[in-house]
């Protein structure tokens, strides 16, 4: 693998994260505000200290003016990016180069999405002139493609595996119950998310993320600036993105129940982060399961659960909150709610939050080594991000 | 008259090289519509386009079989519909494109009456007298009728298509006649949505029945030939009682008369005299003399005569096997399928029109449906690729047909959210025989079947219409 990372040269030293849900109330400049200030007096800082920012949008603004606008950033560099779901984590991963070059001391990661305003269910994509040969599918029907794929190949009949995914929603909603800034803070039974109305078969609305509004920042530095400015940071280990070759609709030897592009982002993040055995070296991990199939597949191409097994280790509890290793403990896309361009800037504050002992009633306790991953596009056909942090440097 | 038949004009002395014939898999059945409206229950059961098909995509399914089971440079190209999708835009480009068709040919739309087939017919044998080497006739209806109404029960949806040529021919045009008279019968203003009709006693016996009794004993008397030297009859009038009529005005056997699908496909507007043709045209012996007759607005006759060629023909699917393929279709969906019944819109965005110039560049890969395959390593792939996604190289792509290939379903999705006429949408991941994947919308299937494994095949249809574009493209089907 190419990359070689930069282990332990940058540490967040601030974030912030707005509520998730359904603002009406508020415009994107509204959450951009709230979570800069918030990330801000987190790292204890004034708005003239960070020296450069990184915004991510899918589409709730154009350019670094949708941020250094309202903002009133006085004349610095604003780069506004993009890479669908996983849009937070490549702001993250722009802003964590920036200063390990040492072209920027402070740097600041943003992301925010308004989705609720646009009057539509989900999510909505498009607007490039084409041929109109690509097809309408929706997010949650390219994901349920996953569904019968896993459940023909391991075996498991059809309600079976239903229950499985009705267990990685139930549990999210458990653990976002506890979280006062998730969109969905209620527990759900087992029978009303297997029962759900039905979106994409097996899928039903509680198997999908929340259509959320929202924003969450970092704000970054050298490592070795770190202590200036927190007692408590947290250090980035690996940091690995890939867009993949969209191989999974032309290749016949791609079966579905798998994302090539997330095997390859773990192998690369653990390589540059040490980590050889992830189900035990890792305390927690944020995952993008933005449909519960999602979170199935992810747990084995992150390598928590040997292939085939990862739907024992569901029913097993092993992903709960008080499992081995516990997996979105804030909640997940399920339940704190999925704005876009926020989610991997969000995946990063709960690990903010776990490492400093902040999580509240959802604490794991002394975790050491956190992931998150954040992936955009759909099975075959998508962008992957992983990373690893820690609460220590080495 | 007589002096004017002995100089006759017949149509080219062309004939029938191959033929396709298309019947849609949905089925409106008469009783399903009187328990919804209160009627009184019709028999049998019509043919419905589905909710993503109309009278040029249909058309080209059946140019597709008609291409298919006698492959061959095609000069000329006539389609013919009384439903063409669109006013101003030729439909016979889309029909040519998506055939494969080259851009030298000429091509021409008729219609205005559900004569145009028969017009059709004509016209395409005289492009073959006229130096055309073979010519395509590609016809099509997707027929609309206000509810409650008899047009409602009687027509039906389906396409029908002919190679017309001079060499390898099944079944020789021996004589033809044509008769015009300007008659208020059947007519639909522009704009207007359903057609009007005259009442019935009038139209039959002062149109229907005296036109074809015309213009059958002027074609007989132009081949010499006498009624009973008929093998059948394929009559194509509105009203099933000028059969009897002609029957007995000319002392025809009622048995020569062929089924006119009343009980199973219904009146398929300008297609359905092709698509009796093509009934009667498997079982026809050498020698054969088959007379096809239309009435509206006047009326067409063409004798053919059946040859030696006929025994070998086989037709890619016949219309038995078009009818026997089938599914149900409620009345509700037929309803919303046409936009009769306005629903309430998804909230989704409506579908975006599709643009021109990408449309331009991608014609092949759009309405032919090309890939492309790598001469490095050998690997079919689809849409047409630059960099092989097998061997990663790039410059070896040659252009490779998928359109006629057979694929099993890799994995699939029932879309309940996406915008459609008759959801849920299913889309299926298929990964050709041959080589090859593809992930496209599955039509023509009951989503709660639709398993791992599954045989399927392609067909043209229309994905949808935005800002008056029809958007055509392929999408898979169970085989039929």
């Not at chain 1, 890939?242 to 290749?251: D, K, R």
């Not at chain 2, 080219?12 to 399903?32: H, Q, T």
């Not at chain 2, 021919?169 to 359903?194: H, K, M, N, P, Y």
């Not at chain 2, 059969?243 to 005005?249: F, L, M, S």
């Amino acid at each position: 693998m190419a990359s070689k990372g930069i282990k332990d040269r940058v540490a967040i030293i601030g974030m912030g994260c707005t509520k998730f849900g359904e603002h009406w109330d508020k415009g994107p400049e509204d959450l951009l505000v709230d979570a800069a200030y918030q990330a801000y007096e987190s790292a204890g800082m004034q708005p003239e200290d960070v020296d450069a920012y990184w915004l991510g949008t899918m589409g709730s603004g154009v350019s670094g003016l949708t941020l250094s606008e309202p903002l009133k950033i006085q004349y610095k560099p604003v780069t506004r990016v993009e890479n669908m779901c996983a849009t937070g984590s490549e702001a993250l991963r722009q802003a964590c180069y920036a200063v390990a070059s040492g072209a920027f001391d402070v740097a600041m990661a943003i992301g925010v999405e308004k989705l609720k305003d646009s009057g539509y269910s989900g999510l909505v994509m498009g607007g490039i002139p084409n041929d109109g040969t690509e097809g309408s599918m929706t997010a949650p029907a390219s994901f349920s493609l996953l569904a019968p794929a896993y459940f023909k190949k391991y075996g498991l009949d059809p309600d079976k595996g239903k229950d499985v995914l009705t267990r990685i929603a139930w549990k999210n909603h458990k653990n976002g119950a506890k979280n006062p800034k998730a969109q969905f803070q209620k527990e759900m039974s087992l029978e009303a998310i297997k029962n759900s109305p039905k979106i994409a078969d097996p899928l039903g609305i509680m198997d999908c993320s929340g259509v959320s509004d929202g924003s969450a920042a970092a704000i970054v530095v050298r490592a070795e600036d770190a202590h200036k400015y927190c007692k408590n940071p947290i250090y980035i280990k690996a940091l690995s993105f890939i867009a993949g070759p969209a191989e999974g609709p032309l290749s016949q030897d791609y079966d579905f129940t798998t994302f090539r592009e997330v095997v390859a982002t773990a192998k690369d993040a653990y390589a540059q982060a040490g980590i050889t055995n992830p189900r035990e070296q890792i305390s927690m991990a944020e995952v993008h399961d933005c449909f519960t199939p999602t979170e199935l597949v992810l747990y084995e191409d992150l390598g928590f659960s040997p292939r085939g097994t990862a739907w024992q280790d569901v029913m097993d509890g092993f992903f709960d909150l008080e499992g081995k290793l516990p997996v979105n403990p804030d909640g997940g896309l399920k339940s704190f709610g999925h704005p876009i361009g926020a989610s991997g800037l969000r995946m990063m504050y709960e690990m903010w939050l776990q490492m400093r002992g902040e999580a509240g009633q959802r604490q794991i306790k002394n975790p050491k080594v956190g992931l998150t991953h954040n992936l955009g596009g759909a099975p075959g056909r998508c962008v992957s991000f992983v990373s690893v942090v820690g609460s220590q440097v080495g | 008259m007589t002096a004017l038949l002995e100089s006759a004009f017949n149509a080219g002395m062309a004939g029938i090289v191959s033929y396709g014939s298309y019947v849609p898999y949905r089925r409106l059945k008469r009783a399903a519509i009187a328990a919804v409206l209160g009627t009184p229950p019709g028999k049998g059961e019509r043919a419905i386009a589905s909710f993503d098909e109309d009278s040029v995509s249909m058309a080209v399914e059946a140019s597709r079989d008609a291409l298919k089971a006698s492959p061959g440079e095609v000069q000329a190209l006539i389609f013919a519909t009384t439903t063409p999708p669109y006013a101003e835009k030729l439909s016979a480009a889309v029909i040519g494109a998506a055939t494969q068709l080259p851009m030298e040919i000429r091509a021409t739309d008729l219609t205005g009456s559900v004569r145009a087939g028969m017009s059709a017919l004509l016209q395409g044998a005289d492009a073959v007298s006229g130096g055309a080497k073979r010519t395509l006739v590609a016809i099509g209806d997707s027929r609309l009728a206000a509810p409650e109404g008899k047009a409602e029960q009687t027509t039906g949806d389906g396409a029908v298509a002919f190679v017309l040529g001079s060499e390898n021919v099944i079944a020789e045009i021996e004589a033809t006649a044509s008769l015009t008279r300007e008659f208020l019968d059947s007519w639909r203003a522009q704009g207007e949505q359903f057609s009007h009709s005259w009442e019935e006693r009038f139209t039959l016996t002062q149109a229907h029945s005296p036109l074809l009794g015309t213009v059958i004993k002027n074609v007989l008397e132009k081949a010499k030939v006498a009624p009973g030297d008929l093998s059948k009859v394929i009559l194509d009038a509105p009203n099933a009682r000028a059969a009897d009529e002609i029957a007995r005005a000319l002392k025809i056997d009622p048995t020569k008369f062929s089924d006119s699908f009343a009980l199973t496909i219904g009146q398929t507007g300008a297609a359905h005299a092709g698509l009796m043709l093509t009934a009667a045209l498997p079982s026809a012996k050498p020698g054969d003399r088959i007379l096809v007759a239309t009435v509206a607005d006047g009326a067409d006759a063409i004798l053919f005569r059946v040859t030696a060629a006929n025994a070998a023909f086989k037709p890619v699917h016949s219309v038995g096997r078009m009818i026997e393929s089938k599914g149900d279709v409620t009345y509700a969906n037929y309803l919303k399928w046409r936009e009769i019944l306005p629903t309430e819109p998804p909230r989704r965005p409506d579908p975006e029109r599709p643009a021109g110039p990408p449309m331009m560049r991608s014609e092949k890969w759009k309405f032919g449906f090309i890939g492309s395959k790598c001469t490095n390593c050998g690997t079919p792939q689809l849409p047409p690729q630059l960099v092989c996604v097998k061997c990663h190289k790039r410059g070896f792509m040659e252009p490779y047909q998928f359109a006629d290939r057979t694929a099993k379903i890799a994995t699939y999705a029932i879309d309940r959210l996406a915008y459609s006429l008759n959801p849920p949408t299913v889309n299926v991941v298929i990964d050709f025989d041959g080589g090859g994947r593809f992930l496209c919308e599955m039509t023509d299937c009951e989503p709660e079947k639709v398993a791992i494994g599954d045989e399927v095949e392609m067909t043209f249809r229309r994905l949808f219409t935005a800002d008056g574009v029809k958007n055509y493209f392929w999408k898979a089907r169970p085989r039929r």
